[in-house]
């Protein structure tokens, strides 16, 4: 039986200082009609994306001349790209590491390709999502959500807060506007993996946790409450 394909153009740039990781990864990625890039250290990744033309990162946590915390940090500073990385070891400061920097998820190497082509999968189409088609509130027929001084068009799938444009990744973007459709009811993080995270496992909660506290710094860290044992909510007000 075929390997199933993916739509062109799909480019993945793999940055990853192992020669046999390296080359295994872009075999498997090629295999499933990935186009793929690769890069041996810190440095020539972030030379190899400021070329162009990716929709998906793979980031290594140790590398060489600039690490992928930092490479993660630097892409963040120009582009919303999906971020996925990659650790050794599934190592908490590494993941928190990670995530913090601004990466969309994170695997364990090593990895099942199966495993990986499914979150390279779901972080694409959590980049490329279309809106909902409900209706929205009656008193909202612009289709933009306010709450407080935050205001959420979810048709132009734009963010402002007190009226300046909130750039938010495409991962916090899903988790914002989980949150909007629901404002005030308590979303568990199961949910979140669920909906957000498009995982159909049990899933690590700490990209839960830390793309919340993401989200905090960018819409005020009053707006998106702790029930503490049961989640998160948005508040209304």
Do not use: N
Not at 155 to 168: C, I, K, N, T, Y
């Amino acid at each position: 039986m075929s390997e199933p394909r993916v739509p062109d153009p799909v480019s993945v740039l793999v940055v990853e200082d192992d020669d046999t990781i390296r080359r295994a990864v872009q075999l498997a990625l090629e295999r499933y009609g990935y186009r793929v890039d690769v890069a041996a250290d810190g440095l020539g990744g972030l030379e190899a994306f400021r070329a162009g033309g990716h929709d998906l990162l793979i980031l290594d946590v140790m590398l060489p001349e600039l690490d992928g915390i930092g490479l993660c940090c630097r892409i963040r500073e120009e582009s919303l790209v999906p971020v996925l990385m990659m650790s050794a070891r599934g190592d908490a400061l590494d993941v928190v590491a990670g995530l913090e920097a601004g990466a969309d998820d994170y695997v364990v190497k090593p990895v099942d390709t199966a495993v990986l082509v499914a979150r390279i999968r779901a972080l694409l189409r959590r980049a490329t999502f279309e809106p909902s088609q409900s209706q929205p509130p009656p008193e909202d027929p612009g289709h933009v959500l306010v709450f407080g001084d935050l205001s959420v068009d979810t048709l132009g799938m734009e963010v402002r807060r007190a009226g300046e444009p909130v750039p938010l990744t495409p991962t916090e973007l899903r988790l914002l506007l989980e949150f909007a459709a629901a404002p005030g009811s308590v979303l568990d993080r199961r949910r979140l993996l669920r909906e957000v995270w498009d995982y159909g496992w049990e899933g690590d909660t700490r990209v839960v946790d830390l793309c919340v506290l993401r989200l905090r710094k960018k819409i005020g860290s009053g707006r998106i409450e702790t029930v503490r044992g049961f989640g998160y909510k948005l508040v209304r007000g």
